[in-house]
Nanobody, 125 residues
Framework: QVQLVESGGGSVQAGGSLRLSCEASRYISSRYCMGWFRQAPGKEREGLAVRYSIGGATAYADSVKGRFTISQDNAKTTLFLQMRDLKPEDTAMYYC??????????????????WGQGTQVTVSS
């Protein structure tokens, strides 16, 4: 089993920044897709950003493109989501996800076998 643990959430004012972190208990394959999703109360789950271990390719949802950046540390142990210019509509629970042995990397939630418990982000106007 793999556990994903998110951290870094909190409360900020609009225009502020936060950096989320995700640590995996272990990596069971060198080929994986990891990313970030969020869900706000009463809204559908939304894929935000993904990163493929092969080549480091990334993809972003239009709603966060240019404001959020997904990355991984050189040791490949921690996944990050740098969030800038936060808006009240970014308020949600944010989840780290992982798909090991992934043949491709997309923001289809059904592909991800592992989900963290989530970290809350609240943006006030």
């Amino acid at each position: 089993q793999v556990q994903l643990v998110e951290s870094g959430g909190g409360s900020v004012q609009a225009g502020g920044s936060l950096r989320l972190s995700c640590e995996a208990s272990r990596y069971i394959s060198s080929r994986y897709c990891m990313g970030w999703f969020r869900q706000a109360p009463g809204k559908e789950r939304e894929g935000l950003a993904v990163r493929y271990s092969i080549g480091g390719a990334t993809a972003y949802a239009d709603s966060v493109k240019g404001r959020f950046t997904i990355s991984q540390d050189n040791a490949k142990t921690t996944l990050f989501l740098q969030m800038r210019d936060l808006k009240p509509e970014d308020t949600a629970m944010y989840y780290c996800v992982a798909d090991f042995y992934a043949a491709k990397c997309t923001m289809n939630g059904a592909n991800f076998d592992y989900w963290g418990q989530g970290t809350q982000v609240t943006v006030s106007s």
